[in-house]
């Protein structure tokens, strides 16, 4: 190759190679830049909504008026209850994998089956959840029905949660404890739950952002259209926001003049979402700081 | 030392509870499966025709069998001869139940309707290229017409069906064709978005982006996959669709497109995390020789690092592809929810989860529009099972040649 | 005139100071091995000499390093360019996920080459010299990873020969090998020496004394010894470097 072709194949290389990075660059901005529209666009046209009233208020004059306070004690009530049925088992469920299982040909198993049921879609648990709580079990559209079919959906993200928590704890910590006589449930309950807790309730902060947020599994189990009255007991029906924004923005009563209650809505989500992130982020730093002046 | 035997009790049960705790998402699984079968299955076993009601015809019509179909091109005026469905040539004349009255007088009806079965008899028996959709209980025994049969909804006929009428009536039309596509071209549109631009970005934050930007980076599109997707259908409702309806100059705005892109963007948080932990895993010393050849980093990027991870890559396409299949919610507030077979983007199309959501409230338990979306619901959970079996097949095939 | 050089070299990553003020000179067609307790700097110090240190963030490079007498820091300096004619084989073999010829051909085709019969002839040059060409002149399109850890290795010596470098950087290129593997290696390095100036990082003393000319004893990121390898290993001046040798520490 001559001194010439040389330089001129060096300059293309270098050429291409910015071409290409460039793009990336502007290709990753371009993500970045979506999620920013779609957070400022809520937030600037929902911040003038937000107001005591709104978040207390029932809705009024056919959901153009008033506020969404049913709603957002519904979504509460949500995730409570999915909270109450899917962190136990589904810590258990991770503790069992992790540090029972010993079997690989079974491990695996659990494992495709877990991510089997996190891949499922969220309308598939509404139908599941329909048929098995509401009719068959006889629960009717009510907060168990709902919450079992949100708890359900959510167990995978808690099981991974807790699975990878476990896993990061090294295993001298329980060899250490072994080599002091103790059995496998003092070492899980003294020396490794306590170290991985920290990453279990951070992911389980995430997971609820879930359960608020979810639609179609509470289309057919829990969500009311239009009840302004709160519930007494968990056989009630609900409003949820998730459901209710849906409802604001396609089939209310009167979409046009309901919209700025939907720009409402849609930012009090985003906010339950942001906040249960930000609490996580935070509890990941004063965890993580914690260890290391330990 | 030996333990206290109570301890010991309480040890082997806590293992029973945790054991049972890890068979939970087994059985869940296993449990949905039943059901959504359970619920689905009885759909073929059922007549199209609406419940309670038959179809008559004169007794030397020699048409005995009509398929959903024709019945519903009959009643639609869209055959109006009996030739067409294989009978001699004469007109059809179409009867309901409602037009008695402007046949007969109330007189002749009876105070309480106990002379409708003589008069449907001789109506069916005087007039020669008549069909009548009558309700069963008033085919007496001295009928003198002749009842219609129905074959049962067919899978074959329910999977190839053009049309999705599952309320019509004299005779539902379940045919899932123009769902099927609806849902395909939804999602390989959303595809076609949004794995060049997850590509893209995770290739940029795992090669070419410094840490502080990485570190900057990764929280904000984790963000992006914590908004709600009814939160993806509202922006999508006021921003995108209206302005596809004023860039394409539309009728409406709600269309294939307007879903492909607001589910393209809710893709991209699951393609650009699984990418991105893909490409990481290429060994650097494989890199760093690439290097020391005198590659640039791009040619590393593209000649190296892609194919090293490409089986990754792969698996995060298929799962965002899977992602895009059952996403429910915004898909259902943007598309136009039009049960046709799409021609173009720009069209009003309708998904299998939309029409779930949409339609099973308004269904009746145990009817055969419950049940059609039940099926629906299964068909869902076939595709998540192939594409969660296939992802899974690729990543343990890429751990043992990584090995 | 020496064909590596390095005057009064300083390292750091971030506040850490990895080489401290180094200077040394390699002749051409001669090997040089670097010897020290591990963490002590080689690896550090040999990826100065193709510039793999520039990939580590937050790096700060000062002193002369001078390749052929040019500073290859210098702003005119071409780092492909420089990474032609210095070759670099690794610790652990790393061949690409291709072929065993695209593996070896990889150089060329990133530089530009098109000419196919040069590429095929110089494949086979560079796989006859790393005495790989006997084991696989019939498997040419298999996949380099069906070949063992020390045929691996030699594609990978082959791999840095068809770029035809004129300088080759070893960083302990037979640790993780077999001992026929590693004597493989080692004469190969023989052969080598006499169209190429090699040096290599070793842990092994036997190796570092059969397989070079010079040797550089490093500790905590200092030069403590430099000369040729019969003085070092019989007589060294310093009572670190003795230690060092006889195993008394490191
Ligand atoms: N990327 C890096 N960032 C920060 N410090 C580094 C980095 N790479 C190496 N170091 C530090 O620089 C020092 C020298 O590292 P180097 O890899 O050169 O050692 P070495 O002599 O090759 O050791 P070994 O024999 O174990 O390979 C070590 O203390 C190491 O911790
Ligand atoms: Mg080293």
């Known amino acids: 190759m001559t001194l010439e072709r040389r330089k001129e194949l060096e300059r293309s290389k270098k050429r291409s190679e910015k071409i290409a990075f460039g793009t990336f660059r502007a290709m990753s901005l371009l993500v970045v830049g979506i999620l920013f529209v779609i957070l400022g666009f809520i937030i600037i046209k929902g911040i003038s909504v937000i107001s005591w009233d709104f978040i207390t208020k029932m809705p009024e004059d056919g959901m153009t008026k008033g506020g969404i306070y049913p709603a957002i004690i519904g979504t509460f009530c949500l995730i409570g209850g999915s909270m109450i049925f899917s962190f136990p088992i589904g810590v258990l469920s991770g503790i069992y994998i992790n540090e029972y299982a010993s079997n690989g040909l079974v491990v695996r198993f659990i494992r495709l089956m877990t991510n089997n049921l996190a891949g499922i879609p969220s309308i598939v648990f509404g139908l599941f959840g329909m048929s098995l709580f509401v009719n068959t079990l006889g629960f009717g559209d009510s907060i168990i029905a709902g919450s079992l079919t949100l708890g359900l959906m959510t167990l995978p993200i808690v099981i991974r949660t807790t699975e990878e928590a476990l896993k990061s704890v090294d295993n001298s910590f329980r060899q250490g404890s072994y080599a002091l006589g103790a059995t496998k449930l003092q070492t899980i309950r003294r020396v490794t739950l306590p170290i991985a807790y920290p990453n279990i309730i951070t992911g389980l902060i995430l997971s609820i952002g879930r359960v608020s947020g979810e639609t179609a599994p509470i289309l057919f189990t829990v969500a009311a259209y239009f009840l302004p009255k709160l519930p007494h007991s968990i056989f009630d029906q609900v409003m949820a926001l998730p459901y209710h924004l849906y409802v604001l923005a396609t089939s209310g009563t009167n979409i046009e003049e309901s919209r700025p209650m939907a720009y409402g809505t849609a930012l009090v989500l985003i906010m339950i979402v942001l906040f249960l992130n930000l609490i996580a982020n935070a509890l990941r730093k004063y965890f993580s700081k914690k260890v290391k002046m330990n | ?403 | 005139m020496a064909k590596i050089e390095t005057v009064d070299a300083n390292l750091y990553y971030g506040d850490f100071h990895a080489l401290k003020n180094i200077s040394m000179k390699m002749e051409e067609n001669t090997v040089t091995a670097l010897i020290g307790p591990s963490g002590c700097g080689k690896s550090t110090y040999l990826r100065l000499f193709n510039r793999m240190n520039d990939l580590i963030d937050s790096t700060q490079i000062s002193g002369q390093i001078l390749v052929d007498s040019e500073d290859i820091y210098s702003k005119n300096i071409n780092v492909d360019e420089l990474r032609m004619k210095v070759g670099m084989v690794f610790q652990k073999p790393n061949p690409f996920p291709k072929s065993i010829f695209e593996n070896v051909a990889y150089g060329l085709r990133v530089n530009g080459e098109k000419n196919k019969t040069y590429i095929t002839d110089k494949v086979y040059e560079s796989l006859r010299q790393a005495a790989l060409w006997d084991e696989v002149s019939d498997k040419m399109n298999k996949s380099a990873f069906e070949l063992s850890g020390g045929q691996q290795q030699r594609l990978c010596i082959a791999r840095a020969l068809a770029i035809s470098p004129s300088v080759i950087l070893m960083d302990e290129p037979a640790s993780a090998l077999d001992p026929i593997s590693t004597a493989k290696i080692e004469e190969l390095i023989h052969e080598l020496k006499k169209q190429y100036t090699i040096v290599i990082v070793t842990h092994n003393m036997q190796q570092a004394s059969r397989v070079s000319d010079f040797t550089g004893f490093f500790y905590l990121g200092e030069l403590v010894e430099h000369g040729a390898t019969a003085k070092i290993f019989t007589q060294p001046n310093n009572k670190q470097t003795e230690n060092y040798i006889t195993g008394r520490f490191g």
Do not use: C
């Not at chain 2, 028996?125 to 049962?152: E, H, L, M």
């Not at chain 2, 490409?310 to 996403?327: K, M, N, Q």
């Open chain 2, 1 to 403: 030392m030996a333990k206290p035997f109570h301890k010991k009790l309480f040890e082997k049960i806590i293992e029973g509870i945790l054991t049972l705790s890890g068979s939970i998402t087994s059985l869940a699984v296993i449990l949905i499966v039943i059901f959504l079968f359970k619920e689905g299955l009885g759909l073929f076993n059922q007549s199209p025709i609406a419940k309670g009601f038959v179809l008559v015809v004169n007794k030397n019509n020699p048409v005995n069998t009509l398929d959903a179909k024709s019945i519903k091109n009959i009643f639609d005026h869209e055959i109006t001869n009996w030739k067409k469905v294989g009978g001699e040539r004469d007109t059809i004349i179409l009867f309901y139940l409602d037009d008695i009255n402007s046949i007969y007088t109330e007189e002749q009806i009876g105070q309480n309707l106990e002379n409708l079965p003589t008069l449907f008899s001789n109506l069916t028996d005087s007039i020669s290229g008549i069909i009548a959709f009558i309700p069963k209980t008033y085919i007496n025994s001295d009928f003198k017409g002749k009842v219609i049969t129905t074959d049962n909804i067919k899978v074959s006929k329910f999977l190839s069906g053009k049309e999705w009428f599952p309320t019509a009536e004299p005779a539902a039309q379940v045919g899932i064709l123009p769902l099927i596509l609806g849902t395909l071209w939804v999602s390989i549109g959303a595809i076609l978005l949004s794995l060049p631009l997850g590509l893209a970005v995770s290739i940029y934050l795992a090669e070419i982006a410094h840490p502080r930007v990485r570190n900057t980076f990764k929280p904000i599109i984790e963000l992006l996959a914590g908004i709600p997707s009814v939160v993806y259908g509202f922006f999508g409702l006021v921003v995108i669709v209206p302005l596809i309806q004023s860039v394409f100059n539309l009728p409406v705005g709600e269309t294939a497109l307007a879903g492909s892109i607001i589910l393209a963007i809710m893709a991209l948080p699951t393609i650009i995390t699984i990418a991105e932990d893909s490409i990481r895993t290429t060994p650097r010393s494989m890199k760093e020789a690439s290097l020391a050849l005198g590659a640039s980093r791009w040619q590393t990027i593209y000649k190296i690092v892609i194919p090293y991870s490409i089986s990754g890559i792969t698996a995060a396409a298929i799962l965002g592809i899977g992602r895009a299949i059952g996403e429910t919610m915004a898909v259902l507030m943007v598309t136009g929810n039009a049960a046709s077979i799409p021609h173009s983007f720009l069209e009003p199309v309708r998904t299998i989860p939309a029409t779930i959501a949409a339609e099973l409230g308004e269904s009746s338990q145990g009817g055969m529009h419950y049940q059609a979306l039940f099926i629906l619901g299964s068909i869902l959970f076939v595709i998540t099972l192939i594409v969660n079996l296939t992802v899974e097949y690729i990543s343990s095939k890429q751990k043992l040649a990584k090995r």
